[in-house]
């Protein structure tokens, strides 16, 4: 792995992320494929949208991260999230703005999904680093989930994840790094109808990753090195899982505040 030695200003932006779960009374290909085509049609509509991105992750997904001590990196089956919806707001007040088209979301969820979260932080802490050269594809990615450990204050916990995530930045094997820090959960926010939302204490998260890679050899490369080992031994007394994902696909459907006529990889 080596090191850039120009740091990298990230850009910051107000966001959130939905992990979704399909429905298992229908084959997953069918629930993917509708949250893709016809639902996308309709969250695409909302106003206030600077981006709207699907993350599909691999079915099978029993987690990227290297083993940690004390670290929970094997993804539990019972609990793998089928994708995550990624939201990009153009202000403040755009969640606002979209209140009518939402509704019309909500009502749909039930087709396609079994269970929904909803994630946020603050306006513009979400953090994108610029780490690909103009034009350079990105070809693989992993979304990342991380747990704050009991009895660490969040202030410390999202001190160390932003020292994380500039070292990540710094690595020079990243063509993209995008992070969020949430605040505490509140089911009322998403509260969807006939769709469940559980979300017990000890499995909320508190931040999340999305890294980018040249290629899957780079990603591979990337998770067995010796580097992210060190800084996954620096990152335990902090947090107590990290469950680390292979993205499938990363689909843009609106981009710079306006929806494509047909999404982007």
């Given at each position: 792995?080596?090191?850039?030695?120009?740091?990298?200003?990230?850009?910051?932006?107000?966001?959130?992320?939905?992990?979704?779960?399909?429905?298992?009374?229908?084959?997953?290909?069918?629930?993917?494929?509708?949250?893709?085509?016809?639902?996308?049609?309709?969250?695409?509509?909302?106003?206030?949208?600077?981006?709207?991105?699907?993350?599909?992750?691999?079915?099978?997904?029993?987690?990227?991260?290297?083993?940690?001590?004390?670290?929970?990196?094997?993804?539990?089956?019972?609990?793998?999230?089928?994708?995550?919806?990624?939201?990009?707001?153009?202000?403040?007040?755009?969640?606002?703005?979209?209140?009518?088209?939402?509704?019309?979301?909500?009502?749909?969820?039930?087709?396609?999904?079994?269970?929904?979260?909803?994630?946020?932080?603050?306006?513009?802490?979400?953090?994108?680093?610029?780490?690909?050269?103009?034009?350079?594809?990105?070809?693989?990615?992993?979304?990342?989930?991380?747990?704050?450990?009991?009895?660490?204050?969040a202030?410390?916990?999202?001190?160390?994840?932003?020292?994380?995530?500039?070292?990540?930045?710094a690595?020079?094997?990243?063509?993209?790094?995008?992070?969020?820090?949430?605040?505490?959960w509140?089911e009322?926010?998403?509260?969807?109808?006939?769709?469940?939302?559980?979300?017990?204490?000890?499995?909320r998260?508190?931040?999340?990753?999305?890294?980018?890679?040249?290629?899957?050899?780079?990603?591979?490369?990337?998770f067995?090195?010796?580097?992210?080992?060190?800084?996954?031994?620096?990152?335990?007394?902090?947090?107590?899982?990290?469950?680390?994902y292979?993205?499938?696909?990363?689909?843009?459907?609106?981009?710079?505040?306006?929806?494509?006529?047909?999404?982007?990889?």
């Open positions: 792995m080596s090191t850039s030695t120009a740091p990298v200003e990230p850009r910051k932006q107000f966001a959130s992320s939905i992990p979704l779960w399909v429905r298992t009374d229908q084959p997953r290909e069918t629930g993917m494929g509708y949250w893709k085509g016809p639902h996308s049609k309709i969250i695409s509509a909302t106003k206030g949208f600077q981006e709207y991105r699907q993350i599909h992750l691999a079915d099978v997904n029993p987690g990227l991260w290297p083993p940690t001590r004390g670290v929970e990196t094997e993804i539990p089956v019972e609990r793998k999230i089928d994708g995550v919806a990624e939201i990009t707001f153009q202000s403040a007040l755009s969640p606002l703005r979209g209140r009518k088209q939402t509704r019309l979301a909500f009502k749909d969820e039930v087709n396609v999904f079994r269970r929904t979260l909803l994630y946020f932080g603050p306006p513009y802490s979400s953090r994108w680093y610029d780490l690909a050269e103009p034009g350079e594809p990105v070809g693989a990615r992993a979304l990342i989930y991380l747990r704050r450990r009991d009895g660490v204050r202030s410390d916990f999202r001190t160390h994840f932003v020292e994380l995530t500039d070292a990540l930045a690595t020079g094997m990243l063509k993209e790094l995008r992070t969020q820090t949430f605040l505490p509140i009322k926010f998403w509260d969807t109808p006939n769709v469940a939302h559980d979300n017990p204490v000890d499995q998260f508190h931040a999340s990753l999305i890294l980018g890679f040249a290629d899957p050899a780079a990603r591979a490369a990337f067995k090195s010796r580097e992210l080992q060190s800084l996954s031994d620096a990152l335990a007394p902090f947090t107590s899982a990290v469950h680390a292979e993205v499938s696909e990363a689909l843009t459907f609106v981009k710079d505040g306006a929806a494509l006529p047909q999404y982007q990889q």
